[in-house]
C-alpha cells in the first residue's frame, strides 16, 4: 500500500535550519510530482513546495521562496525539504503529499506529519 513517512522535524532557533525527509513505499516514486504541505496551530493548510517527478523542476510558495529548497532522490524513494532561515512564523506540522494512482484511481496521499518548531 501507499506510504509517506516524514522525519527530521523538531525545535529549533529563529535563523536556523533544518531537513525534512519523506520516505515513500507502494508506488512508482519516481512516475510522480510531490508537495511539502504545512498546517500551523489553529490555522488551515499551506502549500509550501512542489517537485516534478523527474526533480528537475520546482515551484515554491511566496512566504518560503530563497529560504526553503525541496529535492528528491529517486534511488533512494525519499524527498526532502531543506529549510533555512527558519522563522516564527514557519512552527507548523509538515506533511509531504501526492496524487497517486494505487491500482484503484487516483487519489491523494498524506504523510503523518512532522512537527517543526521555530523559538527561541
Known amino acids: 500500500q501507499v506510504q509517506l513517512v516524514e522525519s527530521g522535524g523538531g525545535l529549533v532557533q529563529p535563523g536556523g535550519s533544518l531537513r525534512l525527509s519523506c520516505v515513500a513505499s507502494?508506488?512508482?516514486?519516481?512516475?510522480?510530482?510531490l508537495s511539502w504541505v504545512r498546517q500551523a496551530p489553529g490555522k488551515g493548510l499551506e502549500w509550501v513546495a512542489i517537485i516534478n517527478s523527474g526533480g528537475a523542476d520546482t515551484i515554491y510558495a511566496d512566504s518560503v521562496q530563497g529560504r526553503f529548497t525541496i529535492s528528491r532522490d529517486n534511488a533512494k524513494n525519499t524527498m526532502y525539504l531543506r529549510m533555512n532561515s527558519l522563522k516564527p512564523g514557519d512552527t507548523a506540522v509538515y506533511y509531504c503529499?501526492?496524487?497517486?494512482?494505487?491500482?484503484?484511481?487516483?487519489?491523494?496521499?498524506w504523510g503523518q506529519g512532522t512537527q517543526v518548531t521555530v523559538s527561541s
Open positions: 507502494g508506488f512508482a516514486f519516481s512516475s510522480y510530482a
Open positions: 503529499s501526492g496524487r497517486i494512482n494505487d491500482g484503484t484511481g487516483e487519489r491523494d496521499y
